[in-house]
């Protein structure tokens, strides 16, 4: 079965850290864009950081200095360390994996086909 399960969440005071683990079973993580995004209630989608086939990632600025996606081949998981937590950073946390190898790996949601269910995340003292 092809699928994303995310692990990892929980509640984390301001300033801490978490890692989030998404196992990918039935496919191949080396060979996909992945990305993981979250949502707070109320909110629409965020795009928290990509990760192209070959290694290349990307993030938003609200990221950028502070989380870093990774993928471990050998365990077929994709990870997102989250360093200096805000309560900013709240919200349901999804990975994904694009519909399709090959082609560009964007921040753009739309191009993600399969989902993970999603952890929460709560940063609050």
């Known amino acids: 079965e092809v699928q994303l399960v995310e692990s990892g969440g929980g509640l984390v005071q301001p300033g801490g850290s978490l890692r989030l683990s998404c196992a990918a079973t039935?496919?191949?993580?080396?060979?996909?864009?992945m990305g993981w995004f979250r949502q707070a209630p109320g909110e629409e989608r965020e795009t928290v950081a990509v990760?192209?086939?070959?290694?290349?990632?990307n993030y938003p600025r609200s990221t950028s200095d502070r989380f870093t996606i990774s993928k471990d081949i050998p365990k077929n998981t994709l990870y997102l360390q989250m360093n200096s937590l805000v309560p900013e950073d709240t919200g349901m946390y999804f990975c994904?994996?694009?519909?399709?190898?090959?082609?560009?790996?964007?921040?753009?949601?739309?191009?993600?086909?399969?989902w993970g269910h999603g952890t929460q995340v709560t940063v609050s003292s």
């Open positions: 990760i192209a086939d070959h290694g290349a990632t």
């Open positions: 994904a994996r694009k519909r399709k190898t090959g082609g560009a790996c964007s921040r753009a949601a739309s191009i993600f086909g399969l």
């Open positions: 039935g496919f191949n993580v080396r060979d996909y864009c």
